[in-house]
Every structure is written in C-alpha cells, then in structure tokens.
C-alpha cells in the first residue's frame, strides 16, 4: 500500500472540479499512503483555519466524513489531522469542535481488509477517544490546558481553591485518555502511527507540565483548606503520584523508538513524608489521633516537596523553549528560501532582457521599420532616370487613402 490510491486520485479531483480547495487539502492529507500526512497540507489547513472566509464547520465535517472510511490508513490519518489542527490551528476549530455533542464515533471501527488493519483499528479507538476528551475539557473550562500560560503567574498557579478542585479532576480525565494509548516500541511500525504518537507525546508534555503547576498550588493551599476540600485534594494527590509513575512508562516508550534524550524532561517525585504529612493533617481534622508535627517540620516537607516539583515544571518548560526555538529556525529558514527564490527570479528576468540575442532581434526589427515606412534617400546610381513617354504622361505617383479601408475589410473578413 504505496502511494496514493485511484480513489484519492478520483477524490481530488472531483473537488478540484466543484471548486472546494480545503475539501481537496483534507483529502491529500489523508490518503492511502502508508505515512504521516504531508506537511505542506497541514500546513495549508492551519492557514485555513485563520482564514475568516473559511467555514470551519465545513472543513471539520470533511475530516469527520474521512473517518467513515473503511481503511484504517485513511481513518487513522483523519485523526491525525484533527488533532494538529488541535495543536497548531487557530482556537476557533477548537472551539468548535468543543461546541459539538458528538465527535469521532468509532469506539466499533474495525478494518478486517488489511494485514495491520486489526492492530491500527485498536489505536484508533483509542486515539479518537482522547481527542473527543480533549474538546470535552475545553467545553469545560473554556480553555486548552496544552496551551495555557504558565509559570508563577500562571493560570494554574494563580488559581483560587475552588476553581483549582474541580480542574484538576478534568486535566486527569484528558490525561488518562492519552496514557490509555498504551503503545509498546513494536507497536510502532509504521509512519501513520507513529506521527499520531509524536503528538500525542508532546501534548503529554503540555498537559502533565499544567497538571504539575496545579498539584503544587494545591499543597501550597492544603494546609489552609477546610476539612472537606482537605479530602478532595488528598484525593487528587495520590492520583497525581499515579499518573506520574504511568507518564515515566510513557516517555520510556518515546525515548526506545527515537525521539531525543534532550526532548524528554525528567520527572522529580516528591518526597514520600509529604504524603504523610498531608494524611496526618486531614486525620488531625477529622478528630482523629495522630503524631504531633511541628509546624516547622510540616514547612520543611512541604518546601522540599514543592521544590522538587517546581524542578520537574522546569525541566518541561525547557522542552518547550526548544520547540519554539526549532519553529522559529524553521520559519527564517523558509523566508531565507523565499528570498533566494525571489532574487533568482529577478536575476533570470534581467539576464533575458539583456541577452544578445534579444538585443539583435528587436535592432532588426527597428529597421525594418524604418525601411518601410520612411521614404528613401535619394541616390544617383542606385536606381536609373525613367523618362518614357509613360511616365511624362502620368502624374507624379501618390498613394491614395482609398486602399486603406481594403486591408481592413480584408481583416474584418479574415477574422468573421
């Protein structure tokens, strides 16, 4: 399965001839073609989706009519697709997407005509899930955890108790779809799954680094919570300390098929007397007994253990500072081509207008124009002295404006 298939051929066509080019980019993005869609497509759709005379509920009910497609390549590729559009696309696709009751359903997707199809169909499954949970979390708190500002005054580090106990049980929802992925390195065999993979990769990235500013400004209002939100954010916690254990598996199955040591941040677990204090504080709440605790060991613990959190957010903040870097390298080395195209251009239109070629042609040209249309020098020897009797009886030679009107009928004619 090589290359584009008759029908992608026959599909493109067909919307090259109702006029419909996003309709024709969606379908070149998401062929046969056994590899990631190409990025000159991509590309173009995220102008698109910038673009204010572009219907985006149009252009997200094309990518979903690719998904009823019975080949996993195509399907999976639609995914793929959505899900940069996700990622790099302007929030409005986003935004509607969010807005939808629906989105992928195909929890039953199965394509028995291939030799992968059994295998891809199960990662379908699961890849469709997560990005019907990722819209899900953005109708929820109206916006993309992937994308929030953060840092100090960050969006999750700012966050008032109330609203921070019920985001953080949403990041762990979208969270969990994406670790659900659960691909092993020889799951990963071929360019379709594994460019669903890398982005999946670096919104865990995105998504966990959120996730971590969110858990540090909980410890840092846990002790000053009433007994209730106490137990809501013991609760979120123990979660956290799970997840994280399951994204370390996750970031090793990304460093085994390739992707960067430098790429991949390092995950500081707090210290395990943390979760300690915390349990004895909601005990101590609750009226039960337990072991006093300094108030100054209770700050130390909790220091320690932020500390050590802050140093994983870091090192996520890194990872992104590359991306960015790498996006702008990327965008002056396309301007750069740009140039150079343009000047090569400029410099291949001189050197025709200034060949020699040309320049004889339009001097010959010029002459024969004059030697047409401006009368000749008189000469002595060049022509003989007609003095006939045929020539004394008739009048000096003049031409009359009579034959003009002849050669324009004759043109008139020629050209009905």
């Known amino acids: 399965m090589s290359g584009q298939s008759i029908t992608d051929r026959i599909t493109a066509a067909q919307h090259s001839v109702t006029g419909s080019a996003v309709a024709k980019a969606v379908c070149k993005a998401t062929t046969h073609e056994m590899m990631g869609p190409k990025k000159k497509h991509l590309d173009y759709l995220i102008q698109c989706t910038n673009e204010m005379n572009v219907n985006i509920p149009q252009l997200a009910d094309t990518l979903f009519e690719r998904t009823a497609n019975g080949s996993w390549v195509v399907v999976f590729k639609a995914l793929i697709t959505t899900h940069h559009l996700m990622m790099y696309g302007n929030e409005r696709f986003i935004q509607y ?25 199960t990662f ?23 994308k929030m500002k953060r840092g100090i005054d960050g969006v999750m580090r700012t966050m008032v108790t109330e609203k921070l106990l019920k ?18 390195p020889n799951e990963l065999t071929n360019g379709v799954i594994n460019t669903g993979f890398m982005l999946l990769f670096k919104d865990s990235i995105r998504l966990f680094a959120a996730y971590n500013e969110g858990v540090i400004n909980l410890l840092e209002k846990y002790f000053d919570m009433k007994k209730t939100q106490c137990k809501e954010a013991l609760d979120i916690y123990k979660k956290f300390l799970a997840r994280m254990t399951k994204l370390s598996e996750f970031l ?8 960067d040591q430098g790429d991949i941040p390092d995950l500081t677990q707090a210290p395990s007397s943390l979760l300690e204090a915390l349990e004895q504080h909601l005990a101590s709440l609750e009226g039960k007994k337990t072991k006093e605790v300094s108030a100054a060991s209770r700050a130390s613990t909790l220091s320690t253990a932020v500390s050590s959190l802050a140093t994983t957010g870091m090192s996520f903040s890194r990872m992104d500072e590359k991306e960015k870097q790498q996006a702008l390298e990327e965008e002056q080395a396309r301007l750069q081509a740009l140039k150079e195209q343009r000047l090569k ?8 207008s200034a060949s020699p070629s040309t320049l004889s042609g339009k001097s010959v040209n010029t002459s024969a124009t004059v030697d047409l249309f401006t009368a000749p020098a008189p000469t002595t020897n060049s022509m003989p002295n007609l003095s006939s009797d045929l020539f004394d009886l008739q009048p ?14 004759s043109a008139v004619n020629t050209w009905g």
């Not at 000096?396 to 324009?408: C, D, E, L, N, R």
């Open 252 to 259: 090793k199955v990304a460093e085994q098929v390739g992707i």
């Open 97 to 121: 997407l969010a807005s939808r009751n629906t989105l992928f359903n195909l929890n039953n997707f199965l394509d028995r005509g291939a030799m992968q199809g059994y295998d891809m169909s």
């Open 124 to 146: 379908i499954r699961r890849y469709s899930r997560y990005l019907n949970e990722k819209a899900l979390s953005y109708r929820l708190v109206a916006v993309d955890f992937t």
């Open 396 to 409: 000096t030679f003049v031409p009359t404006v009579q034959s003009t009107p002849a050669i324009a009928t």
């Open 345 to 352: 251009e400029i410099s291949l239109s001189n050197s025709a």
């Open 167 to 184: 985001t953080l049980p949403i990041i762990q929802n979208q969270l969990d779809a994406l670790l659900d992925f659960d691909a092993n």
